[in-house]
């Protein structure tokens, strides 16, 4: 058999290569020297007649039939790991690092908290933790700089798997001081002409073009396009957005459960009523399905996915 002729180390260094896209990664994360992975790459090559990584701009690059090997090879590590941990009747110990993508506020209310106890039971894990939207995850997933984010519903990459864990429910709101501090004639138009009366607020959204603020109305009334807003503010955080709408500056639209930690923080708002149901934005955990998950991520993966599951 082929198999008698492979050094089992020779399977391991390609998997930590081809999962990291990195001689050097593969290097620190087997505690061996770059140029010792590089020879063994070699040596399995040769051995099985095959070029298995492209070199281009000094960093290695899987062809197809190292995809094809890895996909097995991955999946039979990890078998034979967890079979010689049932021998042993132990549990495997976490260790090592763990990069996560996440978005500041969903992030710094669930994530976070979760992060802790879990840092609490498992000592020997470390983490790496980048805030963003999900356009600034997707390229940092594909390079392995992340080996897993939190995104909300907007597109990825194909290569990118997205399983959903909850539904975050929006609101449009302001604060009270700015309802009160409107003009007679835009009191007017909110019973006349609601058309007339939205077009005349001052809006803050994440983007130039309001997606948000086209969202929940196009929800609400079930028309595309019904108002066209006028941009006060645009801000890339939900945080700045909040403060914004707290101070007056103009309507916004909100997560629910960071309206409810405002509110709870004594801050007034004034949350515009829409139609019966609620906008969800779908939060999902985003990783690369075709690169091997560490036992160590696919545990917090798993654990986060139970957690935002019961908080619907």
Request: glycine share 4%.
């Amino acid at each position: 058999m082929l198999i008698d002729k492979i050094n089992l180390n020779h399977l391991r260094i390609f998997e930590s290569v081809c999962r990291n896209r990195s001689m050097t990664k593969a290097a620190e994360e087997l505690h061996m020297t770059q140029s010792g992975v590089s020879q063994h790459i070699k040596v399995l090559e040769d051995m099985l007649d095959v070029t298995l990584f492209d070199r281009i701009k000094q960093r290695p690059v899987p062809t197809q039939a190292a995809l094809t090997l890895y996909r097995q090879c991955s999946v039979g590590l990890n078998h034979i790991e967890q079979a010689l941990m049932n021998l042993k009747g132990t549990e495997s110990v976490l260790s090592g690092n763990i990069a996560i993508g996440l978005p500041i506020e969903f992030g710094n209310n669930f994530i976070i908290p979760l992060l802790v106890d879990f840092a609490k039971r498992h000592t020997l894990v470390s983490y790496s933790i980048r805030y963003g939207l999900a356009s600034e995850m997707d390229q940092a997933l594909l390079t392995g700089d992340l080996d897993f984010a939190i995104v909300d519903d907007l597109p990825m990459d194909k290569a990118i798997k997205i399983s959903k864990i909850y539904d975050e429910a929006l609101c449009l709101c302001c604060s009270k001081e700015y309802m009160e501090n409107l003009s007679q004639s835009q009191k007017s138009y909110k019973t006349e002409d609601e058309k007339t009366f939205f077009e005349s607020l001052a809006y803050i959204d994440y983007a130039s073009h309001a997606p948000l603020i086209l969202a929940w109305f196009n929800f609400h009334y079930n028309k595309q396009n019904w108002i066209r807003p006028s941009l006060k503010s645009i801000m890339m955080d939900v945080q700045g957005i909040a403060k914004m709408i707290i101070c007056g500056m103009g309507v916004g639209v909100l997560p629910y459960h960071h309206v409810k930690k405002l509110e709870v923080e004594g801050h007034e708002l004034h949350i515009f009523p829409g139609s019966s149901k609620k906008l969800l934005n779908a939060i999902s955990i985003a990783y690369v399905e075709e690169r091997s998950i560490p036992t160590r991520v696919r545990v917090l993966m798993d654990q986060i996915a139970i957690y935002c599951q019961n908080l619907s």
